[in-house]
């Protein structure tokens, strides 16, 4: 037998004292395991200051339940190892899971493999596995987008003064010394757009009898279907739009917006706007020079 030299008072038991042989502290360590204790509460019942010592003595013996932890993945490989029963490949388990081929390979690789799949079978596991990243990116993309939207709340006065008036210093028409317009005229084809520069008009107090509405869009689009769209969205109706410019079709030109969703732009003209459009652009300035950067 192999003697473990313990130090004088230590132990437990008929084991304290002088040395208690290997087989003696392994029996006790296998009783007090049984009995629930962790390896921690068995190392200072029996003062075994040695890991290696201590796993010589339980080898063999599982923990006990309460001191397990809780693995968050004990549910996934067990649905993996189901899954590669069943004769499921890897691109398989991981569509079916969402989890890494890394993971599991570690889990099922004990398992016997699957037969071999057929071009068919591996194109169409390729086109779905393809089809949930693309799924799982977008919905990624729109959480992003959602959690943003909510940082903004609801704007005050002010706040829809300065956005209005970024708006139209990027979108609408400006004056330039080659070309005085002095007119505030606006177009867009985005109708989010359209109604955010419509409620900063109204805050503006520009009375609906002074905007002038017409739609702008391609010959080969659904003209009388846009002008119901856009007119119902200016709160008009289609008769109180002005004459729809038409844009000549250019078979040779590669358009992407065309189909059932393009409806063409909305122009929006203020009627005596001069000294509307003079004020906007010096909110511009005042917002440049508000920002600290040089007009």
């Known amino acids: 037998m192999t003697d473990v030299r313990r130090r004088e008072g230590d132990g437990v038991g008929g084991l304290r004292h002088g040395t208690a042989s290997f087989d003696q502290l392994r029996e006790a360590a296998l009783t007090l395991r049984k009995e629930g204790l962790s390896r921690r ?11 290696d010592l201590l796993n010589r003595l339980l080898e063999g013996e599982p923990p006990p339940e309460w001191t397990k932890r809780p693995n968050a993945k004990d549910d996934l ?6 899954l590669r029963t069943r004769g499921l490949t890897y691109d398989q388990i991981q569509l079916e899971l969402g989890c890494s081929k890394s993971s599991i390979s570690l889990w099922v690789r004990d398992l016997p493999k699957p037969p071999p799949r057929t071009k068919e079978e591996a194109s169409a596991i390729a086109r779905r596995g393809w089809e949930a990243t693309l799924a799982r990116r977008e919905a990624e993309r729109q959480e992003v987008k959602l959690d943003a939207s909510r940082e903004i709340g609801t704007l005050s006065d002010q706040e829809l003064l300065v956005a209005g008036v970024v708006l139209y210093w990027a979108e609408g028409t400006k004056d330039k010394a080659h070309a005085r317009r002095e007119l505030v005229q606006f177009i867009n084809s985005d109708p989010d757009v359209i109604r955010l520069f419509l409620r900063w008009l109204a805050l503006l107090g520009v009375e609906p009898d002074r905007l002038r509405c017409h739609v702008s869009i391609h010959e080969s689009a659904d003209i009388p279907s846009a002008e119901r769209y856009w007119a119902e969205l200016a709160g008009l109706s289609p008769e109180a739009l002005g004459k729809t410019v038409i844009k000549k079709h250019n078979p040779k030109t590669v358009r992407k917006n065309v189909g059932e969703a393009y409806r063409g732009c909305l122009v929006v003209r203020v009627r005596q706007s001069a000294d509307l459009y003079r004020r906007i652009e010096g909110w511009w300035y005042g917002i440049v020079l508000g920002a600290g950067s040089t007009a």
């Open 77 to 82: 490989r067990a649905t993996a190892r189901e």
């Open 41 to 51: 509460q068995i190392r200072d019942r029996l003062k075994v200051g040695n890991n």
